[in-house]
């Protein structure tokens, strides 16, 4: 059972546009969001996290957006880099039950910004 | 660079055999994560440790077991190996035990002949 889904393999995008990464999940007790990004050969590294209470955050070129009652979430990189080009996880976490620290990972999305 | 220190980096043994993958977290984390990737697959959570006790368990097999000690460096020992089990083994460490951004090391690669 997948509670989190990244439901787009892959996308492609011009530099200096805007990418959107579109992340659903299926388990309510989930109420903290957090992005990462992923280059080949390295570890995933931290973007951006969201608490539920909180329907937006930004951080310089990346946005995150939160609609509770869709269970879904979107990064929003603008503009788009070729730098920015890797693959992108969504996670999840329940701060509030005894799943302590625990993230619930999706598939991940393959972005690629073309010159 | 996360500061996560993970021990080998790339690892080749055979069907039935044992490893053991290594851990150092960042300096002042006291909480160690494992977490697994198979081709084509997300992260798997593995396991928690807290400041040297387990906190949380994922779907971990019987056959693998894990520790952090008293320096905060933690282990994951693999054993009776599969076909199965090649994957990326990726470590990541916080600061406490609460959900918060974790940070990841570069991952062990493991590859069963």
């Known amino acids: 059972d997948q509670q989190v889904k990244q439901n787009s393999p892959s996308l492609s995008v011009q530099e200096g546009r805007i990418s959107i990464l579109n992340c659903d999940y299926t388990?309510?007790?989930?109420?903290?969001f957090l992005w990462y990004k992923k280059y080949p050969a390295e570890g995933p590294t931290f973007l951006i996290s969201?608490?539920?209470?909180?329907d937006k955050n930004e951080d310089g070129r990346f946005t995150v957006f939160l609609n509770k009652s869709a269970k879904h979430l979107s990064l929003h990189i603008v503009p788009s880099q070729p730098g920015d080009s890797a693959v992108y996880f969504c996670?999840?976490?329940?701060?509030?039950?005894?799943?302590?620290?625990?993230?619930?990972f999706g598939q991940g999305t393959i972005l690629t910004v073309h010159p | 660079d996360s500061g996560v220190t993970q021990t080998p980096k790339h690892l080749i043994t055979a069907t039935g055999q044992r490893v053991t993958l290594r851990c150092s977290p960042r300096?002042?984390?006291?909480?160690v994560y494992w977490y697994q990737q198979s081709l084509d697959q997300g992260l798997q959570f593995l396991i928690q440790?807290?400041?040297?006790?387990?906190?949380a368990k994922g779907n971990i097999l019987e056959r693998f077991s894990a520790q952090q000690f008293p320096d905060l460096h933690s282990e994951l020992n693999l054993s009776s190996l599969e076909l199965g089990d090649s994957a990326l083994y990726f470590c990541?460490?916080?600061?406490?035990?609460?959900?918060?951004?974790?940070?990841f090391g570069d991952g062990t690669r493991l590859s069963i002949l």
């Open positions: 990541a460490s916080s600061v406490d035990a609460r959900p918060q951004p974790q940070h």
């Open positions: 388990n309510s007790m989930f109420d903290y």
């Open positions: 969201i608490s539920s209470i909180k």
């Open positions: 996670a999840a976490a329940n701060a509030g039950g005894t799943s302590y620290g625990k993230l619930t």
């Open positions: 300096s002042g984390d006291l909480s």
């Open positions: 440790y807290y400041n040297g006790e387990e906190r």
